[in-house]
């Protein structure tokens, strides 16, 4: 089983001894982060085989981070499952879980400081859940400064989130390397989500219109984004328990919408409130 470490302290010197160690024996000294809300499942099981083929030293964090979560949203039903999570990790050879409490993260003693996202942090899913992103980069932060990784590791399933740590590192000049591994889907195309332990049967089955739909607008995307977009809505629309919230087509570098004349590589997001959770997804399209 992994070493859990739960202090901040603790996984400093965990950290220490293992790095001399290490470089006393004339091996790998690299430091790989992936960080998680716990409920794991095949799509971090892809991140963490990536991070070991990054480092030797891999630490996976499961900290459910109550400042990214709104009033009124799931912090209370989001899944945990610590048990199952350890066993996962053992499975993968992962030596270190840091599970911090929220007091060790968020200790009455600090003054409070916040990283606060630029004007990307305020779309999507920063419109919908505001602070949200502010609450997972302030985080992200601490975790960096905490483990000191030389990569972090980062789903492309909360693409935004991947923009908005990028441009964090860049913006705070912070030399940490950033690796995105892609979307682990079921075999229905749905994207894997801790979430979707949420979705009875009938959700679940009408939640497959997200990734349908996008895999639809990435075939129509050589007619332009009008064409994908209405490629999308088709499949999305037609389900009555899938309550679209956007669908929209962003460009890569700015993460801000296209113009309607925009051609080239884009990217095309979605999120929709399945009963009552809330999922994500995205695609790359190249826009002709
Ligand atoms: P979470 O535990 O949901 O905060 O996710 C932790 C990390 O796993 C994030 O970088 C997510 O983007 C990534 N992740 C979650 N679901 C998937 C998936 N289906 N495929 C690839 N990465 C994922």
């Not at 024996?25 to 971090?44: E, K, S, Y």
């Not at 349908?212 to 999308?232: R, V």
């Amino acid at each position: 089983m992994p070493e859990v470490i739960g202090t901040i302290d603790e996984l400093r010197n965990r950290l220490g001894e293992t790095r001399d160690k290490a470089a006393m024996l004339g091996g790998d000294t690299r430091v790989v982060l992936v960080p998680t809300m716990g409920a794991l499942h095949a799509g971090h099981m892809a991140l963490i085989r990536r991070a070991r083929q990054l480092g030797d030293i891999v630490f996976v964090s499961i900290f459910v981070n109550p400042l990214q979560f709104g009033v009124g949203e799931d912090l209370d039903r989001y899944p945990r499952t610590l048990e199952a999570d350890l066993q996962a990790l053992a499975a993968e050879g992962v030596p270190f879980v840091f599970a911090p409490t929220a007091r060790e993260m968020y200790p009455a003693s600090t003054n409070d400081t916040r990283v606060v996202a630029g004007p990307v942090g305020s779309l999507y899913e920063g419109a919908a859940r505001p602070g949200h992103f502010d609450g997972m980069l302030t985080v992200v932060a601490k975790l960096l400064n905490i483990v000191t990784p030389d990569t972090a590791v980062f789903g492309q399933k909360d693409a935004q989130q991947v923009f908005l740590v990028q441009s964090m590192l860049a913006d705070l000049n912070v030399r940490v390397a950033v690796e995105v591994v892609p979307t682990v889907r079921e075999a229905s195309g749905l994207a894997l989500s801790s979430r979707n332990s949420n979705l009875d049967p009938a959700e679940r089955e009408a939640a497959t219109a997200l990734s349908a739909g996008l895999t639809s607008a990435q075939l129509d995307a050589a007619q332009g984004a009008a064409a994908a977009l209405d490629a999308a809505h088709a499949l999305i629309d037609a389900q009555p328990l899938v309550k679209l919230d956007y669908l929209v087509v962003v460009h890569p570098q700015t993460f801000l919408p296209i113009e309607s004349d925009y051609r080239g590589p884009a990217r095309m997001l979605v999120a929709a409130i399945v009963g009552t959770t809330r999922l994500i997804d995205n695609v790359s399209l190249t826009l002709a």
